[in-house]
């Protein structure tokens, strides 16, 4: 039977494409069970990113689990090891976690995994076939690539705690300097240790100019041989004729027990984070036992299905491509747009006072939009805006999948507990919370041990303590004013708030010109 290609979805026509990029290349189709044991999973739930499975229990009384990743399946199938090679490649549903719908969604993807003695020449291999799946998709693509061991290794030379050290961890990835000053200080690690571990959130682009900016940072062999292989993996792929489109960023970090060497993630423009990831996964095949070495990626199908309407989009608006930045109404909005004034984006004819939502300077190449506070991360974690400024209070609630990439040191408050005057607290029994708050109360009295339950509310807090609603309530104040107003008092302040600018992930690669220039004026500005 005969068909047209142009009868065929965007994401169709990619993945017959993809298939025969591989076979070409001697990878086999890998077909794995709907299901699988469960325990598979549960005992790797850090490998999956999180720990919610859709489950249930066979007609035999085992409990399985429908699949939420492939390449577990592969590893523990897999017969390859140092003597020999098994290269696959899939073609398969996941069924994974959405935060943002609190739902499951079935997430297509198309994969190959290189398994067995891998060595430069299949992880050049490997990175290749990762570049020419993007380039299969849309040519405007960046292939961003790091090793671990040079981040892990910096991080381990330091004496932090385990708490202390995934803190900093999380700070890195997130590009989030200020924070790690912060921690680091905290933490008790000299202004030299902290220096390099700021530099580190730095340490992206081309990739001449990022080695030899790393270089700097090298304390021991394990940091100057993770360069030596990036550069060898680097010098590969460039003879592959891929070399404007491949960057180094090394504040990527995969989870450590699971990954190992070279990682990578591929970005299409306009898209709101990466479709492609892969890397290493050597400690993943010895947690199996598997004395072999492993290299793979994934191409997420459900990003590529939006890639014609964004053709469109983007065809339509080429002439005024700007750089969007969400910013919160009220005075918190006043306050940074005044800043970002100052700094040479402010938009001609705006003096505050009109309601309108979408403001533009096109000269400056710059877009704002107000929006609720709350709705900032949102806007930019979704590619809807570029760039955001939202309160800390914010980010720490939703946990944004976004880079933060530097504190303004304007709206600052404070998150406090707070109680009626002569408050006794009782702990032989729950404690009673109100808050907006819900997943900030929660992690505070997790670390305190204290069993809690919380009272969700979206304003006037104070009054829950008063009308017995709440033993305590968990809030941000800026003067305290409204506690005392309302004969509360305050018990604890446990983190400092202010406003902070964010990135989306893909924008910044796509506009980093722009958005470094940005930072930079503001850095000047704030000091």
């Known amino acids: 039977m005969e068909f047209e290609t142009a009868d065929l979805k965007p994401e169709e026509i990619v993945t017959l494409k993809l298939r025969g990029i591989f076979r070409k290349q001697g990878y086999k189709k890998y077909k794995m069970s709907r299901f699988?044991?469960?325990?598979?999973?549960?005992?790797?739930?850090?490998?999956?990113?999180?720990?919610?499975?859709?489950?249930?229990?066979?007609?035999?009384?085992?409990?399985?689990?429908?699949?939420?990743d492939v390449t577990l399946s592969i590893i523990k199938n897999t017969r390859a090891d140092l003597s020999s090679q098994e290269k696959l490649y899939y073609i398969e549903n996941v069924y994974r976690e959405s935060k943002e719908s609190h739902t499951f969604k079935e997430i297509p993807q198309v994969g190959l995994e290189f398994i067995g003695k891998v060595g430069k020449e299949g992880i050049i291999e490997t990175v290749c076939l990762a570049a020419e799946t993007l380039k299969t998709v849309s040519r405007n693509y960046v292939l961003e690539i790091s090793h671990m061991d040079f981040a892990v290794e910096l991080l381990q030379s330091m004496d932090l705690n385990k708490e202390e050290y995934f803190h900093i961890l999380r700070l890195i990835r997130s590009k989030n300097a200020d924070g790690i000053k912060t921690a680091s200080e905290k933490a008790g690690l000299t202004e030299k240790q902290t220096e390099k571990l700021c530099k580190l959130t730095e340490l992206y682009g081309s990739v001449q100019k990022t080695l030899n900016s790393a270089r700097k940072l090298v304390i021991n062999d394990t940091m100057e041989d993770a360069l030596v292989q990036l550069e060898k993996v680097c010098r590969g792929i460039s003879a592959s004729g891929i070399t404007g489109r491949l960057q180094i960023d090394l504040s990527m970090v995969n989870d450590i027990d699971y990954y190992n060497g070279i990682i990578f993630r591929g970005y299409l423009k306009n898209h709101r984070?990466?479709?492609?990831?892969?890397?290493?996964?050597?400690?993943?095949?010895r947690l199996f036992g598997k004395k072999a070495e492993g290299i793979g990626f994934a191409l997420y199908l459900n990003e590529i299905s939006r890639?014609?309407?964004?053709?469109?989009?983007?065809s339509k608006n080429k002439k005024h491509q700007m750089l969007s930045i969400a910013l919160p109404k009220g005075r918190l909005g006043s306050r940074v747009y005044k800043l970002l004034e100052q700094a040479g984006y402010g938009c001609p004819g705006y003096d505050g006072k009109n309601r309108k939502?979408?403001?533009?300077?096109?000269?400056?190449g710059i877009r704002y939009l107000f929006v609720k506070p709350a709705d900032v991360a949102v806007y930019v974690e979704h590619h809807a805006a570029d760039l955001g400024i939202v309160g800390k209070d914010i980010i720490m609630e939703t946990e944004p999948d976004v880079y933060e990439l530097m504190d303004l040191k304007t709206g600052i408050c404070?998150?406090?507990?707070?109680?009626?005057?002569?408050?006794?607290?009782?702990?032989?029994?729950?404690l009673k919370v109100a808050t907006k708050y819900v997943n900030v109360a929660k992690q505070y009295y997790l670390e305190k041990n204290r069993d809690i339950e919380i009272i969700k509310l979206n304003g006037s807090i104070e009054l829950a303590p008063i009308l017995g609603l709440s033993d305590i309530i968990v809030d941000i104040v800026e003067t305290g004013s409204t506690i005392k107003e309302n004969d509360l008092e305050i018990i604890e302040g446990f983190r400092q708030i202010s406003a902070f600018l964010i990135?989306?992930?893909?924008?910044?690669?796509?506009?980093n010109k722009m958005i470094t220039e940005m930072t930079e004026r503001l850095r000047g500005i704030i000091g």
Do not use: H, W
């Open 414 to 430: 404070s998150m406090v507990t707070a109680a009626p005057k002569g408050y006794k607290e009782d702990t032989d029994r729950t």
């Open 357 to 364: 939502l979408v403001i533009e300077n096109k000269q400056k």
């Open 307 to 314: 890639e014609e309407k964004i053709k469109r989009q983007t």
């Open 273 to 285: 984070s990466n479709v492609l990831a892969g890397g290493q996964y050597d400690k993943a095949l």
């Open 503 to 511: 990135a989306n992930r893909s924008s910044f690669k796509f506009c």
């Open 36 to 68: 699988e044991e469960y325990g598979l999973y549960a005992a790797n739930k850090d490998f999956l990113g999180g720990d919610k499975v859709i489950t249930f229990t066979d007609l035999d009384g085992r409990l399985l689990a429908l699949k939420p």
